[in-house]
């Protein structure tokens, strides 16, 4: 029997996930590893490589399980800069 192809394969994306509130770095192994940053403006950033939009959907769930307020989700392009916070006239989640 011979294995039918599932896809392309590609890569992992990276993504930040901003929430409203400050998560403590105990928090990293319950968000696999990626990178919490606490921002001056009361937010913290989930930020790191995410294998496919199933585990992006599985973080998400994580972040709702916290009850914090879901700021922004942002897929980072190779070399893109962090993503400025949302200001008084685009503070709408993304």
């Known amino acids: ?10 890569n992992p994306g990276r993504y930040e996930i901003r929430l409203r509130g400050h998560l403590g770095s ?3 192994a ?3 590893g990626l990178t919490l940053t606490n921002e001056s403006d009361g ?3 989930i930020s790191g490589p ?6 992006l959907h599985g973080l998400l769930q994580k972040v709702r399980d916290l009850g914090l307020p879901l700021v922004s989700v942002t897929q980072a392009q190779p070399g893109q800069p962090r993503c400025p916070p949302p200001g ?4 709408s989640i993304r």
């Open 30 to 32: 319950w968000f696999d």
């Open 88 to 91: 008084p006239d685009n503070s």
């Open 1 to 10: 029997m011979s294995e039918m192809p599932t896809g392309p394969h590609h």
């Open 26 to 28: 105990r928090w990293t």
């Open 50 to 55: 995410v294998a496919d939009q199933a585990a």
């Open 43 to 45: 937010t913290t950033i």
